[in-house]
C-alpha cells in the first residue's frame, strides 16, 4: 500500500482480555516501530524491528506487551490481561534505510485502545 | 540522556498571522530532526525533514530551520489557516542511536477564523 496501515482504528476491550494490534509497513521498508500515546501525553518508545535483527524490546513497560514481525513485514503488538491504564493511542511507523538516517518515519493512523 | 522540549506549549493566534514554534534539544549529536502534525485522533503526519547537515527545509507556507550546535529548531507557519490547527511535534534522530527517535511533547496550534 501507499502508506502505513494500522488496524483495527479503534478498539474497546474488558480488563483482563487479550488484544492484538496489527500494523502493516510500507512495502519495503525495513524498519518498523511501535509507539504509544496516552491522553494529553507525549509519544513512548515501545519496540523496535530492523529486518531480521533481534527487536529493540526495550520500551516495552511489562511483560504482558510483546510484539512480532512476521516475513520482516506484517507487526502484531499483544498485550495480554489488559489493564485500564492500557489505554492509549498505538502507533506504528516504518523507515526505509535506518543506517541511513537520512529518512524518516512513516506513521500509521493508530488503533485508539480503550480498556473498560 | 537527549531530552526535547517545545515552548510553547498552547498556541493560539487570529488567521492569518505568522507564527514560530520553537523545539530544542539538549545533546547535538543528532542525524536529523523531523516535524510532524497529529490532528486529534488520527496519527501522525510528517511536515519536514531536516539533515544534520542542512541549514532548513521549506514546503509551502512551511519552514524549518536547524542550528544543530545549538540544539535548536524552529517551524514558521506563514499566513496561519483555521486548518493549521493542530498538535505540531519535533522528533531528533540520535547519531549514537540512531534506531530510536526521540519526541518532544508538543505544541498545540489553534488558529483563530
Known amino acids: 500500500g501507499a502508506g502505513v496501515s494500522q488496524s483495527p482504528s479503534n478498539k474497546v476491550t474488558e480488563k483482563g482480555k487479550d488484544v492484538e494490534l496489527r500494523c502493516d509497513p510500507i512495502?519495503?521498508?525495513?524498519?518498523l516501530y511501535w509507539y504509544r500515546q496516552s491522553l494529553g501525553q507525549g509519544l513512548e518508545f515501545l519496540i523496535y524491528f530492523q529486518g531480521n535483527s533481534a527487536p529493540d524490546k526495550s520500551g516495552l513497560p511489562s511483560d504482558r506487551f510483546s510484539a512480532e514481525r512476521t516475513g520482516g513485514s506484517v507487526s502484531t503488538l499483544t498485550i495480554q490481561r489488559t489493564q485500564q491504564e492500557d489505554s492509549a493511542v498505538y502507533l506504528c511507523?516504518?523507515?526505509?534505510?535506518?543506517?541511513?538516517?537520512?529518512?524518516?518515519?512513516?506513521f500509521g493512523s493508530g488503533t485508539r485502545l480503550t480498556v473498560v | 540522556k537527549q531530552e526535547v522540549t517545545q515552548i510553547p506549549a498552547a498556541l493560539s493566534v487570529p488567521e492569518g498571522e505568522n507564527l514560530v514554534l520553537n523545539c530544542s534539544f539538549t545533546?547535538?549529536?543528532?542525524?536529523?530532526l523531523q516535524w510532524f502534525r497529529q490532528d486529534p485522533g488520527k496519527g501522525l503526519t510528517s511536515l519536514l525533514l531536516?539533515?544534520?547537515?542542512?541549514r532548513e527545509q521549506t514546503s509551502g507556507r512551511l519552514n524549518a530551520s536547524l542550528d544543530k550546535s545549538s540544539g535548536r529548531s524552529t517551524l514558521y507557519i506563514a499566513a496561519s489557516q483555521p486548518g493549521d490547527s493542530a498538535t505540531y511535534l519535533c522528533a531528533v534522530r540520535q547519531e549514537t542511536s540512531y534506531d530510536k527517535v526521540i519526541f518532544g511533547p508538543g505544541t498545540s496550534l489553534s488558529v483563530i477564523p
Open positions: 531536516i539533515q544534520s547537515s542542512q
Open positions: 511507523a516504518s523507515s526505509p534505510f535506518p543506517q541511513g538516517a537520512g529518512y524518516g518515519y512513516t
Open positions: 545533546d547535538s549529536a543528532i542525524y536529523n
Open positions: 512495502s519495503g521498508h525495513t524498519a
